[in-house]
């Protein structure tokens, strides 16, 4: 079973920045490709950024220009970067395979944009 750990999130102010780390199970950031999604509760989880196969990157509109998603796949690691956060980027983040996910998750790590 592909395990994927999530960390880095917290509490940041708006216009702030974090950086989410994503540790996968050796081999399935290299072989797979890689997304975050995010996840309101009572809401769906949205795919917010990811690569699509041969390696370029793609992100919802909500947060184009503002997050950005990379590898380390030596690290088997994803990363995302967060700037210039805004209130309604407060949401639970999960790493996992994009577009279709594996069918397990992380725990995922709570992100709160809130002065």
């Known amino acids: 079973q592909v395990q994927l750990n999530e960390s880095g999130g917290g509490l940041v102010q708006p216009g702030g920045s974090l950086r989410l780390s994503c540790a996968a199970s050796?081999?399935?950031?290299?072989?797979?490709?890689m997304g975050w999604f995010r996840q309101v509760p009572g809401k769906q989880r949205d795919l917010v950024a990811f690569?699509?196969?041969?390696?370029?990157?793609n992100y919802a509109d909500s947060v184009k220009g503002r997050f950005t998603i990379s590898t380390d796949s030596g690290k088997n690691t994803v990363y995302l970067q967060m700037n210039n956060l805004k209130p309604e980027d407060t949401a639970v983040y999960y790493c996992?395979?994009?577009?279709?996910?594996?069918?397990?998750w992380g725990q995922g790590t709570q992100v709160t944009v809130s002065s």
């Open positions: 690569f699509r196969n041969g390696g370029s990157t």
């Open positions: 996992n395979k994009a577009p279709t996910p594996f069918n397990s």
């Open positions: 050796r081999g399935v950031v290299s072989l797979f490709p």
